[in-house]
Nanobody, 122 residues
C-alpha cells in the first residue's frame, strides 16, 4: 500500500519559515521524481517544486530563491524548506510522487498525500 504522509504545515507571519516533510512508503520513491504542489481556495492545484532521482530540481517562478526542495532517499523523505513566506503562499500543500519526469504535470504523478495546510498572515 502506497502512502505519502505530509507534516510541518502551520500558521506563520509573513517573513517566517516552515519546513514541510513527506514520508513515503509502499513504493521505491527514490527512482521517481517527486514534487510539492499547492492549492488555494478557488484556485487550481499548481506545482511549487519538483526533484528527480538525480537531485535536479525545478521551481515555479513565484518561489524561486525562497523555497528549497530536497530528498533523503535512504529515509524515503521529501522536504520543502520555505523561507520568506508571503500571504500569497497560503494554501494546502500536497506531496506527490511516482512521476518518470521532472515536471509539474498533475496527471504525471500517481501518488498523492492528503495535504498539510500552510497559512501566512500579513
Amino acid at each position: 500500500q502506497v502512502q505519502l504522509v505530509e507534516s510541518g504545515g502551520g500558521s506563520v507571519q509573513a517573513g517566517g519559515s516552515l519546513r514541510l516533510s513527506c514520508v513515503t512508503s509502499g513504493y521505491t520513491s527514490s527512482t521517481y521524481s517527486m514534487a510539492w504542489f499547492r492549492q488555494a481556495p478557488g484556485k487550481e492545484r499548481e506545482g511549487v517544486a519538483a526533484i528527480d532521482h538525480y537531485g535536479d530540481s525545478i521551481y515555479t517562478d513565484s518561489v524561486k530563491g525562497r523555497f528549497t526542495i530536497s530528498r533523503d532517499n535512504a529515509k524515503n523523505i521529501l522536504y520543502l524548506q520555505m523561507n520568506s513566506l508571503k500571504p500569497e503562499d497560503t494554501a494546502m500543500y500536497y506531496c506527490a510522487g511516482g512521476s518518470r519526469y521532472l515536471n509539474f504535470g498533475v496527471s504525471n504523478y500517481g501518488y498523492w498525500g492528503q495535504g498539510t495546510q500552510v497559512t501566512v498572515s500579513s
